[in-house]
C-alpha cells in the first residue's frame, strides 16, 4: 500500500501545481496583479510542500486577496524599473562598444534581478512595507548569495531554453502554462526557506 499512497500523494501534488499554475496565469492578465499573483503562488505552494492539504482554489483567493494591497504598489513601483531595462537592452543591444553604458547596464540589471529573486517569496513570509520590503529583498539576496546565485541559475535555466528553442513554441507555451511558473516556485520556496531559517520566523501561514 506504501507506494501506492507515495504514487497518489505525487499525483495529488502536482495536480495541486498544475491547478495553481493555471490560477496564477488566469490572475496575471491585467499585469499590475502580476506582483500579487506571484506571491499568492508562493505562499499557497509553500503551504502545499508543506503538507497542509486543503481547499486550492479557496486558499489561493484567500492569500492572493491577502498580500493584494502591498503587491499591487510593490509591483506599481517595479514596473518603471523593467520598462527602462527593456529599453535599456535595446539600446545596448545596439551599442556594445560604449563600455560606461555596458558597466551601468550589468549594475542596474543585477540589482533588480538580486531584488526579484528575494521579492516574493520575502513577502509571502515576512509582513513589511512596500519600501521597505525592496530595500530587505536586495540585502536578503546579496547576504546570501551562494543561495541566490543557485535559485537564479535554475530558475532561468527553463526561461532560456524557451528562448532557445522558439521552434518549440508550442510545447514551451504548453509547459508554461500549465507547470511552469510553479515548477520554478517549487524551486524557489526550497532554497528561499533555506534562507529564511536565519531570520526570526514571521511566517504568516
Request: with cysteine.
Given at each position: 500500500?506504501?507506494?501506492?499512497?507515495?504514487?497518489?500523494?505525487?499525483?495529488?501534488?502536482?495536480?495541486?501545481?498544475?491547478?495553481?499554475?493555471?490560477?496564477?496565469?488566469?490572475?496575471?492578465?491585467?499585469?499590475?496583479?502580476?506582483?500579487?499573483?506571484?506571491?499568492?503562488?508562493?505562499?499557497?505552494?509553500?503551504?502545499?510542500?508543506?503538507?497542509?492539504?486543503?481547499?486550492?482554489?479557496?486558499?489561493?483567493?484567500?492569500?492572493?486577496?491577502?498580500?493584494?494591497?502591498?503587491?499591487?504598489?510593490?509591483?506599481?513601483?517595479?514596473?518603471?524599473?523593467?520598462?527602462?531595462?527593456?529599453?535599456?537592452?535595446?539600446?545596448?543591444?545596439?551599442?556594445?562598444?560604449?563600455?560606461?553604458?555596458?558597466?551601468?547596464?550589468?549594475?542596474?540589471?543585477?540589482?533588480?534581478?538580486?531584488?526579484?529573486?528575494?521579492?516574493?517569496?520575502?513577502?509571502?513570509?515576512?509582513?513589511?512595507?512596500?519600501?521597505?520590503?525592496?530595500?530587505?529583498?536586495?540585502?536578503?539576496?546579496?547576504?546570501?548569495?551562494?543561495?541566490?546565485?543557485?535559485?537564479?541559475?535554475?530558475?532561468?535555466?527553463?526561461?532560456?531554453?524557451?528562448?532557445?528553442?522558439?521552434?518549440?513554441?508550442?510545447?514551451?507555451?504548453?509547459?508554461?502554462?500549465?507547470l511552469g511558473f510553479s515548477?520554478?516556485?517549487?524551486?524557489?520556496?526550497?532554497?528561499?526557506?533555506?534562507?529564511?531559517?536565519?531570520?526570526?520566523?514571521?511566517?504568516?501561514?
Amino acid at each position: 500500500m506504501k507506494p501506492d499512497n507515495k504514487f497518489f500523494s505525487f499525483m495529488s501534488m502536482l495536480g495541486d501545481i498544475i491547478l495553481l499554475n493555471v490560477l496564477f496565469v488566469i490572475t496575471s492578465l491585467p499585469v499590475v496583479t502580476i506582483g500579487v499573483s506571484l506571491t499568492a503562488l508562493y505562499a499557497s505552494i509553500k503551504k502545499r510542500i508543506r503538507g497542509r492539504e486543503s481547499y486550492v482554489i479557496k486558499d489561493y483567493f484567500s492569500l492572493w486577496k491577502e498580500n493584494a494591497r502591498n503587491g499591487l504598489i510593490t509591483w506599481v513601483i517595479l514596473l518603471p524599473f523593467l520598462a527602462a531595462m527593456v529599453l535599456f537592452t535595446s539600446y545596448i543591444a545596439g551599442h556594445l562598444e560604449n563600455l560606461a553604458a555596458l558597466c551601468v547596464y550589468f549594475l542596474f540589471f543585477l540589482i533588480l534581478l538580486l531584488i526579484l529573486t528575494c521579492l516574493f517569496p520575502l513577502q509571502a513570509t515576512f509582513v513589511n512595507r512596500p519600501l521597505l520590503l525592496l530595500r530587505n529583498s536586495l540585502l536578503t539576496a546579496f547576504g546570501h548569495l551562494p543561495y541566490t546565485l543557485a535559485l537564479i541559475f535554475l530558475t532561468s535555466l527553463p526561461v532560456c531554453v524557451t528562448l532557445c528553442f522558439p521552434r518549440a513554441f508550442y510545447f514551451t507555451a504548453a509547459y508554461w502554462l500549465l507547470l511552469g511558473f510553479s515548477a520554478n516556485t517549487v524551486v524557489s520556496v526550497q532554497i528561499t526557506e533555506r534562507i529564511f531559517r536565519h531570520y526570526i520566523p514571521q511566517d504568516k501561514n
